[in-house]
C-alpha cells in the first residue's frame, strides 16, 4: 500500500477509532495517544495492508489492544511498584462487585436479543456509530434502524428488570 492509498483507506478510520477508544479509556488524551500508536502501527506495517481483507475491523483491534495496555499500565501506577495487584483487590468494596454481575447480567440479556438487534445495539451504544452509518452497514433504512434499536432496549430493559424482581421476591 502506498501513501496515497493509505491516506485513503486508512487515514479516514481515524475518528471512528478515536471515538472508541475514547469509549474504552474515559479520556481524550489517553484515547488520542493510543490511536496515534496504531495510526503508526498502521503506517509501519503498509506493505502487508493490501492482504487485510478489512483494514477498519484491523485497526479497531489494534486499537481495542492499544487502550487496554495503557489502562493495564495506568492502574499499575496507579497501584505503585510496590504494592501487589491482589492487594489492590482487597480495597474494593463490596458494591463495585455487585456493579460487575450487573454488567454480565446484562450482556447475557443482549446476548440474547436476535441478531440484527444485538447487532444495531452494540453498534449505536457500544460502538457509538450514527444511525446514518448502522443503516449502510447493515443495508436496512434509518426509520428500521431506530425501530430496532427501541424494541432491543424495551427488550433488555424488560428482561433485566423482570430479572430483578425475582431476585428481590426470593430474598
Not at 492502574?75 to 495487584?85: A, I, N, Q, T
Request: hydrophobic share 35%; glycine share 2%; charged share 35%.
Amino acid at each position: 500500500m502506498e501513501a496515497n492509498e493509505f491516506k485513503t483507506t486508512v487515514l479516514p478510520v481515524r475518528l471512528r477509532l478515536l471515538k472508541y477508544a475514547c469509549h474504552l479509556t474515559d479520556n481524550q488524551e489517553d484515547a488520542e495517544d493510543a490511536v496515534q500508536e496504531v495510526m503508526l502501527k498502521l503506517w509501519n506495517s503498509r506493505h502487508e495492508l493490501d492482504c487485510c481483507r478489512n483494514i477498519e475491523a484491523f485497526a479497531r483491534t489494534l486499537t481495542h489492544h492499544a487502550c487496554i495496555d495503557l489502562i493495564r499500565r495506568r492502574k499499575y501506577e496507579r497501584l505503585g511498584k510496590d504494592c501487589e495487584p491482589m492487594e489492590f483487590l482487597s480495597h474494593i468494596p463490596e458494591y463495585l462487585y455487585e456493579i460487575k454481575d450487573e454488567i454480565r447480567l446484562i450482556r447475557e440479556i443482549i446476548a440474547t436479543l436476535p441478531p440484527l438487534q444485538h447487532d444495531i445495539m452494540h453498534m449505536k451504544d457500544i460502538e457509538e456509530y450514527e444511525t446514518e452509518e448502522i443503516a449502510q452497514i447493515t443495508g436496512c433504512s434509518t426509520e428500521a434502524i431506530r425501530q430496532n434499536l427501541s424494541r432491543a432496549r424495551k427488550r433488555v430493559r424488560e428482561t433485566y428488570l423482570a430479572i430483578i424482581r425475582k431476585r428481590n421476591i426470593n430474598k
